[in-house]
């Protein structure tokens, strides 16, 4: 005869069972349930697809189980948030992916980041990592994250344009200018680009800067440790306006859409853009790769600098599995993951580059190695001073300010940064 | 006198004691609500207190500490040319936001109201794009305005107005009014709708009497429908003037808030502060702000309405 189970008992079996899930929840979790770590990442879905691979292959070979989460197309204007809305609602990732200086930085300075200078002692990373790429993930003396990308920003152009204009690769600011002129002469945009969202026009301002001010000063002004008030930044202002009057920025740019540009290059419709290494795989799908090159942007200065930045991985202090995501970090940067990983411009020394498939890519990272470079304007400022920074620009570039009242401009903003800042 | 009013009172039950503890009618309507008020509190309410206190403090949106500023951060949006851009612009965007569909909805609906015959078809097409989610809007006009390839350019160029072909969104002074063109085509839709089944009311016996007296089209429209619609005047302009408070959406998908910060309005500067610029108790001073003037405007529109 069956039993029966009335209402009461019911009840007693339903909220004894409530009463203990915690229990047997936290006595299985010490009985030695797997640790498995969540990495969040921004990369596309295409990019995410060898990582996956890579950390698989770890967990196989007796690592812990990571799992990609990726936020594709977010940009640094959107991932940040979701990091800190993750972090900060108690469902922080065990290891992040970030870029570094100030979009890194304000995660740093509220503590939400592991200190990593221990352990960079004790697995000795200081001789593996490049060490521009890590200060651009550090903060106060102090390291926070493990650079995987190297990423300069140089230019890349068409050498078929350049041909029909009888122009060659300028090795001075002023041949550059020259190049420019001839283009346009032979009804070419020399170069393309897009003001939508400030960064794109930064990149050509940033090298101005740096043609203008050189790269001592460029760097006291990056850091507010000199006035932007100066006749060098009234120079570089003074280019940009040149730059966009004489058309070598396209017509409207500061309303075009920045992502149109590697269409727009790959597709003829203007000669020169700045961009990465990552371009380098946009060319392999062109109808005729071979025609694209890439040169550094010649400043007339020694040391012969270009921009450039660095994207890491981070533990945060919320992670309460600490050491497995060292561990992991420790897997990421050996040589030989970084080369199963792919990458064309990796921050590990020493990682070998597929020159068939990357030639260009494998260029620039022999420039690296002789060359310096300074951080991208975007991400030396805070986002606020970026933001005041493209407001400047643009309205230099409309005429609505003359260099000499950009320059005062931005040495307010600085000024006012600072003012937040103490 | 009747039998039925003769009839002594016949009561079959005693009336019931109340219980102590009942729950009274005073409650009960309460207790109905209940779960909704409670959704509205904790999902609104709650989250509109926090963000009054947000707005009090120094906070990186990020920190785990947050310090006490009282009113610095309404101080500081007097100081900041940036919130007085977003104002003017906010305020641009409710007179012509509300204009331009009102007008347009008004003859759009007289003109479908009198055209029987394509009526439903009509009024599916000239609502649809109310539907579209307005990031899409937004996103289809960048492409139609793009300087290089934009339908735009093209349509100036084919009719032979090359000259006025331009950047519309690379130039302060176009930008902000390019922008409101797609939110003028995306709004147009609602006063359609509202005005036309107001219209819809008005008794046809007022035209036929104007008719036979001789009023002409105008005077009819002027005299008699312009006042029938006066309560939806009211809906329409309340419910658009805090759709216009709170634009956002358009504004970030087409400009980004440029050139520079030519094109912010309050929505889209209280995103980025709180959002990339990590201040986010300013950006909630900002929130708070928008949240107060839609209240302004809200408030005796939900009043009247109740009244009505």
Redesign the interface.
């Known amino acids: 005869m069956p039993h029966a189970i009335n209402r009461r008992s019911f009840l007693v079996v339903s909220g004894l069972s409530l009463a203990g899930s915690p229990i047997l929840s936290a006595c299985s979790d010490r009985a030695g349930a797997a640790v498995s770590l969540r990495m969040l990442t921004y990369d596309t879905i295409k990019q995410a697809k060898p990582w996956r691979a890579a950390l698989a292959q770890y967990h196989a070979s007796g690592g812990t189980q990571v799992r990609l989460d990726t936020l594709p197309g977010s940009g640094a204007a959107l991932f940040p948030g979701k990091l800190r809305t993750e972090i900060l609602g108690g469902h922080s990732p065990d290891i992040f992916r970030i870029w570094g200086g100030e979009l890194a930085a304000p995660f740093i300075r509220a503590g939400q980041v592991e200190n990593l200078d221990t352990v960079y002692a004790n697995n000795g990373w200081d001789a593996v990592l490049r060490t521009r790429n890590v200060e651009y993930l550090s903060h106060a003396g102090s390291k926070y994250g493990v650079p995987i990308n190297a990423t300069a920003l140089g230019i890349w152009y068409r050498k078929d344009f350049f041909a029909r204009c009888g122009v060659d690769v300028p090795r001075s600011y002023d041949e550059l200018e020259h190049v420019n002129e001839k283009l346009v002469r032979g009804g070419i945009q020399p170069v393309l680009g897009g003001g939508k969202y400030g960064w794109d026009v930064m990149r050509t301002f940033e090298y101005l800067l740096e043609v203008a001010a050189g790269p001592a000063l460029h760097d006291q002004l990056l850091v507010g440790a000199t006035s932007w008030n100066r006749p060098e930044v009234v120079d570089a202002f003074a280019l940009l306006k040149k730059w966009g009057d004489q058309r070598w920025l396209p017509e409207g740019v500061l309303g075009i859409d920045p992502t149109q540009k590697q269409d727009m290059l790959l597709g003829g419709r203007g000669a020169m853009i700045f961009d990465n290494q990552a371009f380098e795989q946009e060319i392999a799908d062109a109808d005729d790769p071979s025609v694209f090159d890439t040169f550094i942007p010649p400043t007339g200065h020694n040391p012969l600098r270009f921009s450039g930045y660095t994207e890491g991985l981070m533990i945060p202090r919320a992670t309460p599995h600490r050491d497995e995501a060292i561990a992991l970090l420790a897997h990421l940067v050996r040589p030989d993951t970084q080369k199963e990983l792919g990458s064309a411009y990796s921050a590990v020394r020493g990682v070998p580059i597929d020159t068939t498939k990357y030639p260009l890519s494998a260029r620039w990272t022999q420039w690296q190695a002789r060359h310096d470079n300074y951080l991208i304007q975007d991400q030396a400022f805070p986002p606020i001073l970026a933001n005041a920074y493209f407001d400047v620009q643009s309205r230099v570039l409309q005429g609505d300010q003359s260099p000499r009242e950009a320059a005062a401009a931005m040495e307010r903003a600085m000024g006012k940064w600072k003012g937040i800042m103490r | 006198m009747t039998a039925v009013q003769n009839a002594p009172e016949v009561r079959t039950h005693p009336p019931r004691p109340k219980r102590k503890g009942n729950i009274g009618s005073s409650s009960s309507p309460w207790l109905f609500a209940a779960p909704g008020l409670l959704v509205y509190a904790a999902f609104l309410v709650y989250p509109a207190l926090r963000s009054a206190w947000l707005s009090l403090t120094s906070w990186?949106?990020?920190?785990?500490t947050k310090s006490f500023v009282g009113l610095e951060n309404y101080r500081a949006m007097l100081g900041d040319p940036v919130v007085h851009t977003a104002v003017l612009n906010n305020l641009l965007w409710i007179v012509v936001t509300i204009a331009v569909p009102m007008v347009v909805g008004l003859l759009l609906a007289v003109s479908l109201d009198s055209s029987v015959f394509a009526r439903p078809l009509l009024r599916t097409v000239f609502y649809a794009p109310a539907v579209l989610p307005l990031v899409s809007v937004g996103t289809i006009w960048?492409w139609l305005?793009?300087?290089?390839n934009g339908a735009v350019n093209e349509a100036l160029r084919d009719i032979g107005l090359g000259a006025f072909a331009?950047?519309?969104?690379?130039?302060?002074t176009t930008?902000v009014w390019a922008a409101m063109v797609p939110a003028c085509w995306v709004r147009s839709g609602f006063p359609l709708l509202l005005y036309l089944a107001a219209l819809q009311n008005i008794p046809r016996e007022l035209y036929e009497s104007a008719q036979v007296d001789g009023a002409s089209a105008w005077q009819r429209f002027r005299r008699i429908t312009l006042p029938s619609l006066r309560s939806t005047h009211y809906i329409v302009a309340a419910l658009s003037v805090i759709e216009a408070v709170k634009v956002f959406d358009l504004v970030y998908a087409m400009?980004?808030g440029?050139?520079?910060?030519?094109t912010q309005v309050l929505g889209t500067w209280m995103f980025?502060?709180v959002?990339?610029?990590?201040?986010a108790g300013y950006g909630a001073a900002i929130a708070v702000l928008a949240t107060a003037v839609t209240l302004a405007i809200g408030i005796p529109y939900v009043w009247k309405q109740t009244k009505d």
């Open positions: 990186d949106g990020i920190s785990a960048t305005y793009d300087p290089t331009q950047s519309w969104f690379g130039d302060s930008a400009t980004n440029g050139p520079g910060n030519s980025f502060n959002f990339q610029f990590n201040q």
